[in-house]
């Protein structure tokens, strides 16, 4: 079986987001990057599948070339295989979908995995993307998954329950939390991911159907009331969310 | 523009709240646009409530009514929206960002060529173009996107805009001959289960959260019990998940979900950034925490500093008693 995973590489959750100089983009002085959240539990399902069905693994990413830190983290979790298709250019989801896409064409995978969206701009839009112009199906915010005999079904989270899905091979699945519990490389899966070789593809395609015009700062709200300081306060509290707030 | 396709979700044969924000609004710049305006319903008997869209301005809806559309289908949900979009000729296609709208728009995004912009939170017109406002970084930052393809798609976070109720409109409707056959269905919902009927915090008015502050998994019946009173859902924050006290399913905050209720509480929540950015666009935060330099009062409208334990009760027994009168 192929298992192929795509990762991309953002902000950690506890940066402050600054505007950068260009008003579009944030400021990436003083940020910290990891790996994206939600691919952890993509690379996590690929491995295990592995191990469960037997197969080849490849991580794919497309981006900066401090992507490469994402696909050095899969390879440390035991990713055998990593491409970038290596691009500076801001690129929207559809276009990133178009990168990997074409990648993905020539490996063939009888999976693709991805997070169910990335942390820093949460379009939650590549994974289903891709998968739609490779022509095969996308199940995506995956909390549980087997596959058997060509056969994958899924549970996905909709608002207030579970959805039980089933589909053919080929497909692209995306991940939620919940669905694993990604495993920490070990020390000899570190060491080995140093010295394993990423190979860098040139983008495909670069141009972008949505623009970004500008990025601000939500409006910072006027400081709030302490109502009190225990119990005795709780009656003005209803008082106020009525009355003033009229939320209740 | 031409013309504005809008997308209303129903599930079970009703039509969900974000169906009539997603026509209020289709409606809305379909005015300042000058363009015509038709909604597309998919069910298995959704007829009956599909003439409830006229309240909301809309003259003619699409109807792809079929036994085998009961059960929602990414593939063949996909290809009708993607078909209808063409026949029609419409250039904007409105969609709530609900977990179907958010599992179907990226695939129409790609077999119609559309840019999409995910989670929109406000939608204007300037000159005859539409921008669309949407929180980034789970909603640290916002950003303005215009979509720049022959077809755009837009779709709207939930519980954000206002559906607004039109007089003296009824709708036409109209059935569309599908053509989708049993290969559509690759995917497949066999099932759909559904957590002991509660309300799902990102569909909620009301949602009451709770952190570490409530000690232990015991105490978070608190939270339940005030969420109950007030009619939301429990929320919880990624501490408590963390721990296990509580499923990621209810996990507010940057990896979990972003919520933006008329009223939120946070309980014993100190304000970590990843549990702001989930839930900083609630209308109204109240919180209840020991601690009186937590973060979380930074951006709370009321608060109250002390220990959740002793407060959390009596405000549920001063809501019980204000809203039985």
């Known amino acids: 079986m192929k298992i192929a995973v795509c990762v991309s590489q953002v902000p950690d959750t506890t940066t402050k987001v600054k505007i950068g100089s260009d008003g579009k983009t944030i400021d990436p002085a003083g ?35 401090s992507n490469k830190e994402a696909i050095k983290k899969s390879f440390a979790m035991g990713i055998e295989k990593g491409i970038l298709v290596k691009t500076d250019a801001e690129l929207d989801s559809y276009a990133v979908a178009r ?13 693709i995995l991805f997070g169910k969206q990335s942390i820093d701009y949460d379009d939650s839009q590549v994974g289903q993307i891709t998968a739609e112009l490779l022509g095969i199906p996308s199940i995506s915010v995956v909390v549980g998954m087997t596959v058997e005999s060509g056969k994958i079904t899924c549970e996905r989270e909709i608002e207030g329950g579970k959805e039980v899905v089933e589909s053919t091979l080929p497909v692209s699945v995306t991940a939620q939390r919940g669905l694993n519990n990604p495993r920490y490389p070990n020390l000899k899966g570190i060491m080995a991911a140093k010295s394993r070789p990423i190979e860098e593809r040139q983008p495909t395609y670069t141009e972008n159907k949505t623009e970004i015009l500008s990025m601000k700062l939500p409006k910072s709200k006027p400081k709030g009331k302490i109502v009190g300081e225990d119990v005795s306060a709780v009656p003005e509290l209803v008082r106020l969310l009525r009355e003033e707030a009229k939320v209740i | 523009m031409a013309k504005i396709l809008a997308f209303i979700e129903s599930r079970d044969n009703k039509l969900k709240n974000s169906g009539y924000e997603t026509a209020s609004t289709a409606v809305r ?37 079929e036994p085998k559309f009961e059960k929602y289908s990414t593939t063949a949900y996909s290809k009708i929206v993607a078909d209808v979009c063409r026949m029609q000729a419409a250039d904007v296609l409105i969609i709530s960002a609900t977990a179907m709208g958010k599992d179907m728009a990226p695939p129409l995004s790609a077999k119609l060529e559309a840019g999409l912009v995910s989670d929109c939170t406000e939608i204007r017109t300037v000159g005859g173009n539409i921008i669309a406002t949407r929180p980034v970084y789970a909603g640290k930052a916002l950003i303005d ?40 269905f690759i995917v497949q919902v066999k099932e759909v289960v559904v957590s002991d009927e509660k309300q799902d915090v990102t569909e909620a008015n009301i949602v009451v959260s709770g952190g570490r502050g409530l000690k232990g998994p015991e105490n978070f019946h608190l939270v339940e019990d005030l969420a109950k009173v007030l009619g939301g859902a429990a929320g919880a924050s990624r501490a408590i998940v963390d721990a296990g006290w509580r499923p990621h399913s209810e996990q507010v905050g940057q990896t979990g979900k972003t919520v933006s209720p008329s009223l939120y509480i946070a309980i014993g929540i100190s304000g970590a950034i990843q549990h702001l950015a989930g839930m900083s666009s609630s209308k109204c935060i109240v919180a209840i925490n020991k601690d009186k330099d937590a973060p979380i009062f930074q951006i709370a409208d009321y608060g109250i500093v002390g220990d959740a334990l002793e407060i959390v009760p009596a405000l549920t027994e001063e809501f019980k008693k204000v809203l039985s009168n």
């Open chain 2, 29 to 65: 710049l379909g005015n300042e646009l000058g363009a015509e305006v038709e909604a597309l319903m998919i069910g298995s008997s959704v007829s009956g409530i599909a003439s409830e869209l006229g309240s909301y301005g809309i003259k003619k809806v699409l109807l792809a009514e």
């Open chain 2, 145 to 184: 996107v215009k979509v720049s393809s022959a077809i755009k798609i837009f779709a709207l976070r939930p519980n954000v805009f206002k559906p607004v109720k039109v007089d003296g409109i009824t709708s036409a409707i109209e059935k569309v001959n599908t053509g989708i056959s049993d290969e559509d």
């Open chain 1, 31 to 65: 940020v910290t990057y990891i790996i994206n959240p939600y691919d952890e539990f993509a690379v996590e399902a690929a491995l295990q599948l592995k191990e469960k069905q037997s197969g080849e693994t490849i991580v794919i990413s497309v981006g900066k070339d």
């Open chain 1, 99 to 111: 990168n990997l896409a074409d990648v993905l064409k020539e490996i063939n995978p009888d999976i």
